[in-house]
């Protein structure tokens, strides 16, 4: 079979289970007893090497295999969690990510020697050799009251009191098995002639549909001998049993209080049935290729713009119900726009999901002690936002925990908790996302970044002098700037904070800044929510349209000629008692026509710290937007940051208002 | 030269023929990815004189270039016969405006020369001229033709 067509999924899918093993196994190092967070990791880790043995993966196969033996003995306490296993771990973790990159960019990923031999010592080491035997010893079980019902252990009692016995049997079927199925079907209908059988593990019916690994558990009331039940499983190909033992009922327990300890060491191995089976039901998804929901927004807007020229059509040529028609495909069409608009949004936790480990690798190795908030993790951002988002915050979190967070001990020294706080949350606000990341470290110098904005030539002292406060912490987002005394593994290149703003602004978003000495900094960075729609206000200018961002936008005012006063050559308007700057489209954007309007209208924007008036004929109203390029042929030029199609099939330029005035 | 050879494995192109100003031209129709009527062009300014602006084309904004601007043809009225040509250039598509589109023809190599002094029309933006049935048909060289940037500097 040929498997490269599955491989794209099969990478995403692997990715998927590295972050899931990541974050659990980061939970369990901070909830040492959560025995389910193990069960979860060994899942991931199961899946893994599943996956990976289908795609003929030796190299992961092989790592996952390794780990999950220790994990297997992590479960069984054959084996007991220390920080050196966690490490041991978290590389491995990071070995199969870095396999899977190789496999991305077309190589044949090795796994590393050193980690293949450290897992395997921690898996022998620690465990004489005869434990195996303890536990898996064929003596009677425990009575396992929770693992059964009332109705289970009625029937239980009467065997008892019958002289029956009752067999908890655990069958393993072969890996290579293709139809597990029919295998446990036989197993059933062999068992069957036994005797009863009272309770499967996972249910008999996912059993039949293969819900279930590589093992299943079954109880079994015969008057027969083990003897006789080995006989009967042996006959069936590809199966064993693994472990056959009787259970017995302590007649004085019959409360069925703390069932969830008990039923935990028993379900261990086919946790990861139950559990797959319920997320299922909880998030269906399907992964769609990002290119084909542009097509499907493209093909929305088609249907949009075709909408409107029936609307045109059906205005002059007046005929029973084709309006009602068009009103309907009206109300289709909006909800469409819509939903297609939705399904690009993608909650941010994604891009969140990866700090705590690196926040966790950072803070070990620089030999600081940090506590993680994450906040506002369903926040929702456009896909291709989401995807470019991720490394300005990390260099911004890096910075939190190098920069910002001072060493535990001169926390201490300074009366503070010996645990740095670094706080990563978002929230939305309007049309825009807002991302913190804050932390409660030494704040800025504003002092050093001066000294440092002279030596490294960003400013002289005199033009320093000169700016307050904001703008001198501002020069740290300056290319060439680093407060870093040190040039550290973690940051400090003089690459960095300018990277994050220019990215930032790429994505049309800004970032500022609060600091407060020693107390701490705080980063802002305000996003809007999606790139490819906005909302504008359309103005008209003689005979053609342009869209103005309406993040830029202030205020629209209304302006007549008489209103327009020059002063030095700049053509300016009083508007409550300030000079407003006054921008005629119709000059900057070499409008033709020579209409004369007496009411005129004014739409005062932002630029920087200061407000321009732009000068249109006519307010059009606001509306949602979507931007197109002009095309790799005609892109960059000044004053327009796009063009887009309008309702009617005709093509408006969007104004960008940073570069047109 | 090499182009238009490999385009049929022959020797042999394929070359849409349009008119301009009453004389024939032709492009090779491996680079043309539709003919289409003329529709709304929507002004850009700051662009290259001769890019007329751009237009929608089901819901991409393409670049149209005006022909008789970038070959310094007078001005001539849209006519009911005017087309856009829209080619692919470095991927993305571009259009041309032309008078008139007269048909689709093949050619054989040899009956391409190399341009020689042809009135009108700069010299660099010709890839040959063809000679087909007593008729003389310029071959344009789409990539300069169509470069935008290359005025723009």
Not at chain 1, 64 to 78: C, F, G, P, S
Not at chain 1, 111 to 138: H, Q, V
Not at chain 1, 589 to 605: D, H, I, T
Request: proline share 3%; with cysteine.
């Amino acid at each position: 079979m040929d498997v490269n067509q599955y491989l794209d999924l099969f990478l995403e899918e692997s990715m998927e289970n590295v972050q899931n093993i990541n974050q659990n196994l980061l939970n369990l190092e901070n909830n040492q007893d959560r025995f389910d967070l193990l069960d979860e990791v060994f899942r991931s880790a199961h899946t893994l090497k599943g996956m990976a043995a289908t795609m003929g993966i030796d190299a992961i196969t092989h790592l996952t295999h390794k780990m999950e033996n220790i994990l297997d003995k992590l479960k069984q306490r054959k084996l007991t969690l220390n920080d050196k296993m966690f490490t041991c771990l978290f590389k491995s973790v990071d070995a199969l990510e870095n396999m899977l990159e190789e496999i991305r960019a077309g190589n044949k990923p090795c796994a590393s020697g050193e980690i293949m031999a450290t897992l395997e010592a921690f898996e022998k080491g620690e465990i004489p050799p005869d434990e195996e035997n303890k536990d898996f010893g064929s003596g009677a079980m425990v009575p396992e009251e929770g693992l059964f019902n009332e109705y289970e252990k009625k029937l239980l009692q009467v065997a008892q009191e019958r002289n029956l016995t009752a067999w908890k049997i655990k069958i393993h079927v072969d890996q290579g098995c293709l139809m597990k199925g029919v295998r446990a079907f036989m197993v059933f209908r062999n068992l069957e002639t036994l005797g009863e059988i009272i309770k499967a593990f996972p249910s008999v019916s996912d059993i039949e549909d293969e819900k279930f690994d590589d093992s299943f558990m079954v109880v079994l009331i015969t008057s027969q001998p083990e003897e006789k039940i080995q006989d009967q499983i042996r006959i069936i190909s590809e199966v064993i049993m693994e472990q056959c033992e009787e259970i017995k009922l302590d007649d004085g327990e019959t409360g069925n209080a703390d069932a969830d300890g008990t039923i935990q060491d028993f379900e261990d191995s086919k946790h990861d049935v139950v559990v797959s089976d319920k997320k299922q039901t909880v998030h269906q998804t399907v992964r769609v290729d990002i290119t084909r929901l542009d097509k499907l927004m493209n093909l929305v807007g088609e249907l949009v713009i075709n909408k409107t020229r029936l609307e045109q059509i059906s205005s002059t040529n007046t005929m029973i119900g084709l309006n009602e028609t068009i009103e309907q495909i009206n109300r289709i069409t909006t909800d469409l726009q819509s939903v297609v608009q939705n399904v690009r949004m993608v909650s941010i936790e994604q891009v969140f999901n990866r700090f705590p480990r690196m926040v966790r690798d950072l803070a070990r190795d620089l030999g600081k002690e940090v506590n993680l908030i994450l906040e506002g993790k369903e926040t929702e951002l456009d896909r291709t936002v989401i995807d470019e988002i991720a490394d300005p915050l990390v260099h911004l979190i890096r910075n939190a925990v190098d920069h910002g967070l001072e060493s535990p001990r001169e926390r201490i020294a300074l009366k503070k908790n010996a645990e740095g706080m670094v706080r990563l949350s978002a929230k939305q606000e309007g049309n825009h996302v807002i991302i913190a990341v804050e932390e409660d470290g030494r704040g800025l110098d504003l002092a050093s970044i001066k000294d440092r904005a002279i030596k490294s030539g960003l400013m002289t002292s005199a033009q320093l002098a000169d700016m307050d406060e904001p703008s001198i912490l501002n020069l740290i987002f300056e290319p060439g700037f680093s407060t870093a005394k040190a040039v550290t593994d973690v940051s400090g290149r003089g690459v960095g904070l300018d990277v994050v703003r220019s990215k930032i602004q790429a994505l049309s978003g800004q970032v500022s800044l609060e600091t407060k000495p020693g107390q701490g900094t705080k980063f802002t960075v305000k996003l809007p929510l999606t790139v490819a729609i906005i909302q504008a206000l359309m103005v008209g200018v003689q005979d053609e349209t342009f869209a103005i961002p309406l993040g830029n936008i202030n205020e629209t005012t209304g302006l007549e000629t008489g209103d327009i006063k020059n002063i030095q050559g700049q053509q300016v308007m009083v508007l409550r008692g300030q000079v407003l700057p006054l921008v005629f489209i119709k000059n900057v954007m070499a409008v033709p026509g020579e209409r004369v309007a007496e009411e005129l209208y004014a739409v005062v924007v932002r630029k920087g710290e200061h407000q321009v008036g732009l000068v249109v004929d006519g307010l059009i109203g606001q509306q949602e937007i979507v931007i197109s390029s002009l095309g790799k042929h005609l892109s960059g030029l000044p004053g327009i940051a796009g063009a887009s199609i309008l309702g009617d099939g005709r093509v408006s330029l969007i104004l960008d208002i940073a570069t047109l005035i | 030269m090499e182009n238009t050879k490999q385009g049929t494995g022959q020797q042999e192109v394929q070359l849409v023929a349009f008119k301009l100003e009453g004389e024939e031209y032709a492009v090779d129709i491996l680079s043309v990815q539709e003919i289409i009527r003329w529709t709304q062009i929507t002004r850009v300014p700051k662009a290259p004189v001769f890019v007329k602006g751009v237009i929608n084309l089901r819901g991409t904004v393409i670049p149209i270039v005006d022909s008789r601007e970038r070959f310094g043809l007078p001005d001539q009225e849209v006519t009911d016969t005017t087309r856009i040509i829209v080619c692919r250039l470095e991927d993305a598509p571009i259009g041309l405006t032309v008078d008139c589109v007269t048909e689709v023809l093949r050619i054989s190599n040899e009956q391409i020369e190399k341009p020689q002094v042809v009135n009108g029309i700069d010299n660099q933006y010709i890839k040959g001229i063809g000679k087909i049935d007593g008729r003389l048909l310029i071959i344009l060289d789409l990539t300069r033709v169509l470069d935008i940037d290359l005025h723009k500097a």
